[in-house]
């Protein structure tokens, strides 16, 4: 269910047109069941998973605090697992199972069952594993407390991880080893499973682990109530592409009484209009051009492109990119104030950083900052002299990398991040050019321009479809300098969208730019609105596509 169409749009009315009218236990009921329904429209099986990783850091939180759930809360969370176990074995098809006990037709209740092992043991082991910590948790309450908290707080990491690395990474490790192997020349009959990845679980396993990290920091108080706590991890507006929250953050706005003022409507439908902005006029007509060369490449038919040609599809995938997942942003904020919560700003002007780290305060500030607080500054930070520093950095960005997904290319992009930050360092060059610092006036612009190019290399890495076509590219970059008509009418469409683009960036982004708008004369708020509406009615993608971040 995507924002960019109408059954969206629909599903939001539903649930916006009754909300205000509840209680606050009751918009949070109404809330918590539509994002399961949200969730459910992607695939319904999966929601076993975003309850798994509740329930583990729900019952882990109370576990870091030393708070026991009494007999009869526990048996609720028992009789909710097993129950949302039967959605992991939807291979089981039950109408064709009846027929053929009834009839008994044995070939239709082999037809019936799964085709795959894989379809019933892993459902039936992560039940399995959550009852067993259920029957435990009573010996696990009455450890030292130190201890206790160490085990609760392991027991969360492990499971998310777990969770998040089987779903998302053990095919591609199995086949990356099988391929290792083979040209070793060593025979191997290791298989893939064929796992279909849960959408957005990248997103809600950090943010549910991130709740028991910061109790055991004493930096968040856990909730008692389950229902708040689901909701916590599954808001429906950014449950799938983020931003991540933290607990300190959405928590308190989940647990409170809400209200919605007129400021915060005006500002939710400036954001909405500008998220659809960005995805439909920006991103997907640039994802055109940036898929006709992309494409090719990937197919090992990139030798009839040129130079020129190559590097006008990488800047299309520069500005595709981030008016995707800044629009996705936008929208997520924007409704999540309709129903009185707000987001973190998740974008920054990213392509006016100046150096590496610039950027990285600037572009997916929620993820930046997650790594940053939970495995960055864990492993030292700049503590304990450069070596460590530089160690620090790479292992960050590599598994920052690697997070995005189950691909060596998105390993390599962390990579070349990690070294271009550690560069910097080396270097001594700062962050930004300083005020009134000599040469200033050119000397920012400069930096601007060479930090997207750096950035554009990686999201070569990014986007190609392996190592072969990004050295391809890279190679007839630097030696093809044929210009062709496509190279004009490419640069002359992301001009006519980027600069839009810059325009709305100086008049939103940022955490106090917003309430700009609302300040606004009707008459400037009119025009803007009949812009954005004229451009997203009539410049619009002819052909829509799915938001980038969804596969992650």
């Known amino acids: 269910m995507n924002y960019n169409t109408l059954g969206f749009w629909l599903f939001f009315l539903a649930v ?36 798994f990783s ?8 109370l576990g ?120 070793m020349g060593m025979s191997t009959s290791l298989h893939t499973l064929g796992i279909l990845l849960p959408a957005g679980i990248s997103f809600y396993t950090f943010q549910a682990m991130s709740y028991t990290i910061d109790i055991y920091r004493g930096d968040a108080q856990p909730t008692r109530d389950f229902g708040d706590f689901a909701l916590f991890v599954c808001f429906f507006p950014h449950l799938i592409a983020g931003p991540i929250m933290r607990a300190h953050t959405l928590l308190p706005q989940v647990v409170e009484p ?99 780290s610039d950027f990285w305060k600037r572009w997916h500030i929620s993820l930046s900052t997650w790594l940053r607080d939970y495995l960055y500054i864990p492993l030292g930070g700049n503590r304990g002299g450069n070596r460590k520093l530089y160690r620090n950095l790479m292992i960050t960005m590599l598994l920052g990398g690697l997070w995005h997904g189950a691909s060596w290319t998105f390993v390599a992009w962390g990579f070349f991040h990690g070294i271009v930050l550690c560069l910097f360092r080396v270097l001594q ?35 190609a479809d392996n190592f072969q076509a990004a050295y391809h590219m890279a190679g007839r970059v630097l030696t093809d300098f044929h210009y062709t008509p496509f190279v004009g009418s490419a640069l002359a469409l992301m001009a006519f ?24 004369p009707w008459t400037g708020r009119a025009l803007a609105y009949v812009y954005v509406v004229v451009m997203v009615l009539f410049f619009h993608a002819e052909k829509a596509v799915e938001f980038i971040y969804f596969q992650f």
């Open 54 to 61: 509740t329930i583990i850091d729900f019952v882990g939180g």
């Open 429 to 463: 060059i700062p962050d930004t050019v300083p005020e009134g610092a000599f040469g200033a006036t050119w000397r920012r612009p400069l930096r601007i321009l060479g930090m997207f190019h750096l950035t554009c290399v990686g999201w070569l890495l990014f986007r």
């Open 64 to 183: 870091v605090a030393g708070v026991a759930l009494s007999r009869r809360a526990l048996r609720r969370l028992g009789a909710l697992v097993i129950g949302a176990g039967f959605l992991l074995c939807s291979g089981i098809d039950y109408e064709l199972l009846r027929r053929g006990l009834e009839t008994h037709n044995a070939s239709a209740v082999r037809a019936a069952l799964p085709q795959s092992l894989a379809d019933l043991w892993i459902p039936f082991s992560l039940v399995a594993l959550s009852l067993a910590y259920g029957f435990v948790l009573p010996t696990l309450m009455r450890l030292p407390e130190v201890r206790r908290r160490k085990v609760f707080l392991v027991i969360s990491m492990i499971a998310n991880l777990g969770l998040l690395g089987f779903f998302k990474y053990f095919d591609f490790f199995v086949g990356s080893f099988a391929t290792l192997l083979d040209r």
């Open 16 to 51: 916006f047109v009754p909300y205000w009218r509840l209680s606050h236990r009751g918009q949070n009921r109404l809330m918590l069941g539509a994002s399961y329904v949200f969730y459910g429209f992607w695939d319904y099986r999966f929601l076993f998973l975003v309850l």
């Open 497 to 520: 969208l980027a600069f839009p683009l810059l325009f709305i960036e100086r008049l939103i982004e940022g955490e106090r730019r917003i309430e700009r708008v609302g300040a606004w």
């Open 258 to 356: 809400r209200t919605v003022t007129r400021q915060m409507m005006r500002e939710g439908t400036w954001l909405i209009a500008v998220g659809l902005f960005r995805k439909v006029v920006i991103a997907d007509n640039l994802a055109q051009v940036a898929n006709a060369i992309f494409f090719p490449y990937g197919a090992g038919q990139g030798s009839g492109l040129h130079g020129p040609e190559t590097l006008v599809g990488i800047y299309a995938f520069a500005l595709q990119i981030y008016g995707d997942f800044s629009g996705y942003s936008s929208m997520a904020r924007g409704i999540s104030k309709f129903f009185g919560y707000e987001l973190v700003v998740n974008f920054n002007q990213p392509y006016l950083a100046q150096s590496p």
